[in-house]
C-alpha cells in the first residue's frame, strides 16, 4: 500500500479484556517498529521487528504485552489483561533498508474502561 | 539511556511570524536528529531531519541546527501560516532505523499560528 495501515482505528476494552491491534507495514519495508504515545506526550519505544525478527523488546512496559511478525509483513501487538494505564495511542512504523526515516501509521486509540 | 527535552511545550505566533523550538539531547552517541508533525488524530510525519556530521539544514521554510557540543537542536520555522498549526516533536537516534535504532522523542511543542 502507499502507506502504513493500523487498525482498528479506536478500541474500548473492558479492564481485563485481551486485544489485538493489527500493522499493515508499506510493502517491501524490513524494519518495524511499535510505539506507544500517551495523551499530550511523545511516543515511547515498544519494540522492534527486522523482517519477521523481534530484535528489541526492551520497551515493552510489561509480560502483558506481547508483539509477532510471523511472515515478515503484518504485525500484531496483542495486550493481555488489558488494565487502564495501557490506555493510549498506539503507533507502528515501518523504514526501508534505506534508512530514509520511518514512515507512521495514524495509529490505534485504544482506552480500557 | 538517551533523554530527550523539548521546548516551549506550547507556541503561539502571528501569521508570517518565524517559529523557533528548541531540544536538548544527553546522549553524546547520538546522530540522527529527525523532527516530526503531528496532526490531530494523525501519526506523526516526518518533516526534516539532520545528522551529526551537519550543523544546519533548510527545506523551504524549515530549518534545523545542530550543536553537537551543547547537545542541542532547533527547528526553525519562517512565515509561518496557519496550516503549520500542530504538535511537534524532536527526537533522537544513535543511528539508521534499519539497524534497529530506536528513536527517542521529546515531549513535544503545541504550535498555533493565528491568522
Known amino acids: 500500500g502507499a502507506g502504513v495501515s493500523q487498525s482498528p482505528r479506536y478500541k474500548v476494552a473492558k479492564r481485563g479484556q485481551d486485544v489485538a491491534l493489527r500493522c499493515d507495514p508499506i510493502?517491501?519495508?524490513?524494519?518495524l517498529f511499535w510505539y506507544q504515545q500517551a495523551l499530550g506526550q511523545g511516543p515511547e519505544f515498544l519494540t522492534y521487528?527486522?523482517?519477521?525478527?523481534?530484535?528489541?523488546k526492551s520497551g515493552l512496559p510489561s509480560d502483558r504485552f506481547f508483539a509477532e511478525r510471523p511472515e515478515g509483513s503484518v504485525s500484531t501487538l496483542k495486550i493481555q489483561r488489558t488494565q487502564q494505564e495501557d490506555s493510549a495511542v498506539y503507533l507502528c512504523?515501518?523504514?526501508?533498508?534505506?534508512?530514509?526515516?520511518?514512515?507512521f501509521g495514524s495509529g490505534t486509540r485504544l482506552t480500557v474502561v | 539511556g538517551e533523554n530527550v527535552e523539548q521546548h516551549p511545550s506550547t507556541l503561539s505566533v502571528q501569521e508570517g511570524d518565524s517559529a523557533v523550538i528548541k531540544c536538548t539531547y544527553s546522549?553524546?552517541?547520538?546522530?540522527?536528529f529527525p523532527w516530526y508533525k503531528q496532526e490531530l488524530g494523525k501519526g506523526p510525519q516526518l518533516i526534516i531531519d539532520?545528522?551529526?556530521?551537519?550543523g544546519e539544514k533548510k527545506d523551504q521554510r524549515i530549518a534545523v541546527t545542530l550543536n553537537k557540543t551543547a547537545k542541542h537542536f532547533s527547528l526553525h520555522i519562517t512565515e509561518t501560516q496557519p496550516e503549520d498549526s500542530a504538535v511537534y516533536f524532536c527526537?533522537?537516534?544513535?543511528?539508521?532505523?534499519?539497524?534497529?535504532?530506536?528513536?527517542?522523542f521529546g515531549g513535544g511543542t503545541r504550535l498555533m499560528v493565528k491568522p
Open positions: 546522549d553524546s552517541a547520538s546522530n540522527y
Open positions: 539532520i545528522r551529526s556530521n551537519v
Open positions: 527526537a533522537a537516534s544513535r543511528g539508521a532505523h534499519n539497524a534497529g535504532n530506536m528513536l527517542t
Open positions: 510493502s517491501g519495508h524490513v524494519s
Open positions: 521487528f527486522q523482517n519477521e525478527a523481534q530484535l528489541d
Open positions: 512504523a515501518s523504514s526501508s533498508t534505506r534508512g530514509a526515516g520511518y514512515t
